[in-house]
Each structure stands twice: as C-alpha cells, then as structure tokens.
C-alpha cells in the first residue's frame, strides 16, 4: 500500500478534462513537501511532467498542470488527447519515512 | 543534458548481490546539485524509491532496503553503482537510475532501465 494514494485509473474521451488525484498525509504534502508528478508510456522509463507542484519542464504543453492544496495534490490534462494514454505517478518527501514516497500509480484511458 | 544508461546482469542467483552501474554522460557526477538516485519497478507494479548518494559521500536509503543497499560513487568513471545484497525473487524489478534535483527531490531524467530478474 502506497503512503501516496492515486485512483487506479481514470478515463475521459478526446478533447475532454482528466483529473488525477493524489492524497497524502500531514507528514508528506500536508508538511510542505512539494509534488512532482511524471508519465509513463507502455514499455519505457517514466518521465517528468510536473515539479514543485505546478511547474512543467520544457517541452511539457501547457494542457497539463498541477496543483497542491493541504495533504493532496492533483495533476489535470486537457484536450486529451490518444498520446496521453499512459500510467502517471504522483511523487513527494515523507518525514516520517525520512525517504522519497511515491503514489501507486493511475492508469489514464482515451476513449 | 545529462543522460544515464543502466548495466549489469540481467539474472541474478537467490542469496547472491545484485549489481548494477549507472553511467553518466553529458554531465559530471561531482556536481553540487544532484543526488545520483536508484529507483525500481516490480513487474506491473507502481515506482519504489530505493535510496540516493550526493557526490560528496552522503548517502540515503529507503528504510525497507536500508540494511541490504550500498549506492557509491566512481568518480573516475562518471558513474555510480547499486549493490543489493542478499536477494530474492522479491527483488525482481526493472532498476532505473535517476538524476534527483536536490532542491526538491524531483528526478529528471531517468534512465532507460534494466530488467533484473532473480532466480536459480
């Protein structure tokens, strides 16, 4: 059981809005850790998509964004798109833990 | 760009040490900014966090793994190497090595990773 809790999968049709969330506790995001969220497409290594809760490194479209707000944190994606497809984990800092956490993963269908 | 490329046996024998190298290119590993970072997958499972070194010698651990994890750091070579003792069929994962920011602790990049599979 992840320390970071995702929803095993959403799903959402081309064009429209996916949410992501992913819940915490007040010793990982609740304490001000920050968020960072990455994809990963079948067969390959994950990818970052999101740091410091609602930053995208170059080459991210602005369609995807994060957000934090108390022990949870989400990640949206619009105009979604077949590309899109893909498993995302959210990933943060564990006091308690003294080590990196990460949520167990959601898996994104296009229909 | 930094860019990492795991290697290592691809089948590791029950009891025995698990070791793999991650090189580094594009990058030096003495920079002040990163933790050279050992991240695996267990077959159609989520990410674990297995620990992380700063050039200087300091070194982190996911508790779990702490007693069995050795991450060090080869200068010479511009690569940095995980050793996992005492392994089981448990131990079965895709390792990847990672470049983990230290003002944050994201990791970017990743790198492709390496299918370690334990078994007699």
């Known amino acids: 059981q992840s320390v970071l809790t995702q929803p095993p999968s959403v799903s959402g049709a081309p064009g429209q809005r996916a949410t992501i969330s992913c819940t915490g506790s007040?010793?990982?995001?609740?304490?001000?850790?920050?968020v960072h969220w990455y994809q990963q497409l079948p067969g390959t290594a994950p990818k970052l998509l999101i740091y410091?809760?609602?930053n995208r490194p170059s080459g991210v479209p602005d369609r995807v964004s994060g957000s934090k707000s108390g022990t949870s944190a989400s990640l949206a994606i619009t105009g979604l798109q077949a590309e899109d497809e893909a498993d995302y984990y959210c990933?943060?800092?564990?006091?308690?833990?003294?080590?990196?956490?990460f949520g167990g993963g959601t898996k994104l269908t296009v229909l | 760009q930094v860019q990492l490329q795991e290697s290592g046996p691809g089948l590791v024998k029950p009891s025995q040490t698990l070791s793999l190298t991650c090189t580094v290119s594009?990058?030096?590993?003495?920079?002040?900014?990163?933790?050279w970072t050992w991240i695996r997958q267990h077959p159609g499972k989520g990410l674990e966090w297995i620990g992380y070194?700063?050039?200087?010698?300091?070194?982190y651990y996911n508790p779990s793994l702490k007693s069995r994890v050795t991450i060090s750091v080869d200068t010479s070579k511009n690569q940095f190497s995980l050793r996992l003792s005492s392994v089981t069929a448990a131990d079965t994962a895709v390792y990847y090595c990672?470049?983990?920011?230290?003002?944050?602790?994201?990791?970017?990049?990743w790198g492709q990773g390496t299918l370690v599979t334990v078994s007699s």
């Open positions: 990672a470049v983990g920011a230290t003002m944050s602790i994201w990791f970017d990049p």
């Open positions: 594009g990058g030096s590993i003495t920079s002040d900014y990163y933790y």
């Open positions: 070194m700063y050039y200087s010698g300091s070194t």
């Open positions: 007040t010793s990982n995001i609740g304490a001000g850790y920050d």
């Open positions: 410091g809760n609602k």
């Open positions: 990933q943060s800092y564990d006091s308690s833990l003294s080590g990196v956490v």
